[in-house]
């Protein structure tokens, strides 16, 4: 909709301030548009003494939510890599500890 606005610049630095001010609507419709959840991000965006781009602030928001699905969303475990066994023995077993040749009582010589 932006380019089908006629709008007469008399030099470069009025193009500027209207791609300056252009970005910013963007950037506040944006924010604007943002479900109810993301109301502390949006807060925190528009507190900053300079109105990061949109680009950044998509980012951030990007950021935001992969943040939350991590932190939020736990995922069920479906199963475990570590399984306990009850028993009276705590320590090694001594063929844990003894080569194959030793358990059998052989000795190599050599």
Do not use: W
Request: glycine share 8%.
């Amino acid at each position: 909709m932006d380019h089908y606005k006629v709008i007469e610049m008399k030099n470069s630095d009025d193009a500027s301030t209207l791609k300056a001010f252009v970005d910013k609507d963007h950037t506040y419709d944006f924010l604007v548009g943002l479900n109810v959840e993301y109301d502390q991000v949006r807060v925190q965006i528009l507190s900053k003494d300079n109105l990061p781009s949109l680009n950044e602030v998509i980012s951030i928001i990007i950021a935001e939510k992969s943040r939350r699905s991590v932190m939020l969303d736990p995922k069920p475990v479906e199963a475990s890599a570590m399984v306990a066994k009850g028993g009276g023995n705590h320590g090694f077993k001594k063929d844990r500890l003894l080569g194959e040749n030793e358990k059998n009582g052989s000795q190599i010589h050599g």
